[in-house]
Nanobody
């Protein structure tokens, strides 16, 4: 499975970005997907996750009400819509896929990783 993340960039606080992660090489609808982020000097943390069907989602407390994860199983793409961005959201964002239809909330539960996309939020 290959994952290609895109959509990062520089945005002012209060702004929005939409990240995309295009997947290939596996039946996409049978893969739980997650978005993680890692800031300098910090551990990688879960941001949001979604089941293979898209019917079940998870959000870290820090992004609830601001971020929305979704997927298009026809386009083999998972999205992360990020609104009301804060400087503390600055990190490299990674998408990840599992060999299971359900998601996990820990990085060790994922089998495939994208290359990461930088999100920088200025104050």
């Amino acid at each position: 499975v290959q994952l290609q993340a895109s959509g990062g960039g520089l945005v002012q606080a209060g702004g929005s970005l939409r990240l995309s992660c295009a997947a290939s090489g596996r039946t996409f609808s049978s893969s739980g997907m997650g978005w993680f982020r890692q800031a300098p000097g910090k551990e990688r943390e879960i941001v949001a996750a979604i089941s293979g069907s898209g019917g079940i989602t998870y959000y870290a407390d820090s992004v609830k009400g601001r971020f929305t994860i979704s997927r298009d199983n026809v386009k083999n793409t998972v999205y992360l819509q990020m609104n009301n961005l804060k400087p503390e959201d600055t990190a490299i964002y990674y998408c990840a896929a599992r060999r299971d239809i359900l998601y996990q909330t820990v990085s060790g539960g994922y089998d495939y990783w994208g290359q990461g996309t930088q999100v920088t939020v200025s104050s």
